[in-house]
């Protein structure tokens, strides 16, 4: 089975800031990790994923975020944030052959003008 | 096409009422999911239709009943709801069951549900 836990419930930040979200994981088998973001009445959209590969991963939206398999870690990362960044952000697991993504408790982030 | 598309977008309906949620999709993708989230809260799987057939029920209460007519369709069919089921229902897609790790799921905007 797999877990997944986002550190900060809120990430107060000022516009053109950096901002890191961050995501840890557990599992006993090899994962596949997303970060979701949920715009306010909104549905949830990919912003990038690691199956394999490059531990760096882009994303849309100028997101980028970095596997490191050592520290269980999938933080997510953006150099300079804008206003519209506002949003609610998922990290996300799932396993080889399995049906379901686990997701985090999730991470406000709020962009201050 | 590369969207899921739920109507309503907002359901108000009271607690003897019956209504149906819809969700739908063309692109080609043959796993189907409702997901239920509460505020400030992550999605939690209801159902889960692979090839039009029921895969996976996650205990959810019999007031709620799914239905995949076709493999663009799905409608999560609702009756004798209670205050607390008022939620964000969330429709998802894949390419197929089990590889969601090749292609994540690709959610619908939901309908915002308030049961009065």
């Known amino acids: 089975a797999q877990s997944v836990t986002q550190l900060d419930s809120q990430v107060p930040v000022f516009e053109e800031a950096p901002v890191e979200l961050r995501c840890n994981y557990s599992?006993?088998?090899?994962?596949?990790l997303f970060w979701y973001v949920q715009y306010p009445n909104q549905g949830l959209q990919l912003l990038l994923k690691?199956?394999?590969?490059?531990?760096l991963v882009k994303g849309i939206n100028g997101f980028e975020a970095e596997f490191n398999k050592s520290q269980t870690s999938f933080h997510l990362r953006k150099p300079s944030v804008h206003i519209s960044d506002t949003a609610e952000y998922f990290c996300?697991?799932?396993?080889?052959?399995?049906?379901?993504?686990?997701f985090g408790k999730g991470t406000k982030l709020s962009v201050i003008p | 096409d590369t969207e899921v598309t739920q109507t309503p977008k907002h359901l108000v309906m009271g607690m003897t009422n019956k209504k149906s949620l819809k969700c739908e999709q063309h692109?080609?993708?043959?796993?189907m999911y409702w997901y239920k989230q509460k505020a400030k809260k992550p999605p939690e799987l209801m159902f889960v239709?692979?090839?039009?057939?029921?895969?996976i029920n996650e205990s959810v209460p019999s007031r709620f009943s799914p239905e995949c007519p076709n493999s663009s369709l799905l409608n999560l069919h609702l009756h004798a709801l209670q205050p607390e089921d008022s939620a964000l229902y969330l429709c998802?897609?894949?390419?197929?069951?089990?590889?969601?790790?090749?292609?994540?799921?690709?959610f619908g905007s939901g309908t915002r549900l308030t049961v009065v």
């Open positions: 998802a897609s894949s390419q197929v069951l089990n590889r969601v790790a090749n292609y994540g799921y690709t």
């Open positions: 599992s006993s088998v090899s994962v596949y």
């Open positions: 690691y199956l394999s590969g490059s531990t």
């Open positions: 996300a697991v799932t396993g080889a052959g399995s049906y379901q993504l686990t």
């Open positions: 692109m080609g993708h043959r796993a």
């Open positions: 239709y692979s090839y039009e057939k029921l895969s």
